[in-house]
């Protein structure tokens, strides 16, 4: 059966993996078994634990979902974090997204916002254009430079 992942997250392993971050020194550290995916990453000096949906090519083949992370990172269209926090793509949980994939924007448009330090940062599109690609869900920890948007 699985888990209500709002009111029954494992806090074992999140603890477990908060440890291994902490002991190699990494930044962030995703696990998943049986289509539930927990990512937990270190910001600001303190770890935000956040059920995520891995896509399929992630689960079935680890090296081909890097590829795609690293050709979406080097599109001539891709926007970029600017800074490691928490994305949000929508003002509030009751408003809709600010963008969604096929969508016309404008430069100077806002496409995400990204909580740092208490503080809602908007992310604006660089150029006018077509939503290609959105690469982030939101609530998901985002650290600097990764690829957020693709605008065509």
């Known amino acids: 059966m699985a888990k209500n992942l709002k009111t029954d997250i494992d ?3 999140v603890r477990k993996l908060a440890t291994l971050m902490d002991e190699t020194g990494l930044t962030e550290i995703e696990y ?3 289509g539930i995916n927990i990512r937990v990453s270190k910001a600001a000096n303190y770890a935000v ?9 992630a689960a079935a083949d680890p090296v ?3 590829t795609a992370e690293a050709d979406a990172a080097s599109h001539p269209g891709a926007v970029k974090s600017p ?3 928490v994305v949000y793509t929508s003002s509030d949980p009751d408003s809709p997204a600010f963008v969604k994939v096929g969508d016309t924007v404008s430069e100077g448009q806002t496409l995400l916002l990204i909580e740092a330090m208490k503080v809602f940062n ?7 254009g077509r939503i290609l690609q959105i ?6 920890p985002v650290e600097f ?5 693709i605008i065509e």
Do not use: Q
């Not at 634990?49 to 090519?57: G, I, K």
């Not at 908007?122 to 006018?128: E, S, T, V």
């Not at 430079?145 to 948007?149: H, Q, S």
């Open 145 to 149: 430079g990764e690829p957020l948007v």
């Open 83 to 85: 800074m490691v926090g």
């Open 122 to 128: 908007p992310i604006l599109a660089p150029k006018a």
């Open 11 to 13: 806090e074992e392993l």
């Open 32 to 34: 998943g078994i049986e």
């Open 135 to 140: 690469l982030i869900s939101g609530g998901s």
């Open 49 to 57: 634990a956040a059920p995520v949906a891995a896509p399929a090519l």
């Open 64 to 66: 081909a979902a890097e």
